[in-house]
């Protein structure tokens, strides 16, 4: 579990956890450790996690991905797709910072390596 601004700043990391690991129960795991959303503010999070007043997760079963989109051709046809689509460029800078993270410490891509193969 990762959490940044848009600009990039992590502000959170949580690691170590198995594939098999609900992101529930690594949120759950983090808020007992430290991990806290600002008064007043709130995170996007991915579908994994339950839609709360502190975490803004998309519509399930409604397009999602940008790749669904396509380029321009499809706009959003309702509301929880707008909100979808809006959610999913947002949800780009945490990739992004993962990126970024992962260029600059190789070890991530390391590690990410032999637990694959340990699969």
Not at 44 to 73: I, M
Request: hydrophobic residues 40%; contains cysteine.
């Amino acid at each position: 579990m990762i959490a940044c601004y848009f600009d990039l700043r992590i502000t959170f990391i949580s690691c170590g956890w198995g594939g098999s690991a609900t992101d529930a129960r690594v949120l759950q795991s983090a808020m007992m450790t430290g991990f806290r959303v600002p008064e007043g503010k709130f995170y996007l999070v991915d579908g994994g996690y339950a839609n709360t007043q502190s975490f803004l997760a998309p519509y399930r079963g409604v397009r999602y991905h940008l790749k669904e989109f396509g380029h321009g051709h499809a706009r959003p046809q309702n509301h929880m797709e707008l909100f979808n689509h809006r959610h999913a460029i947002l949800r780009n800078h945490v990739e992004r910072s993962l990126g970024i993270l992962k260029k600059r410490f190789q070890f991530f891509m390391l590690a990410h390596c032999i637990q694959s193969r340990t699969k």
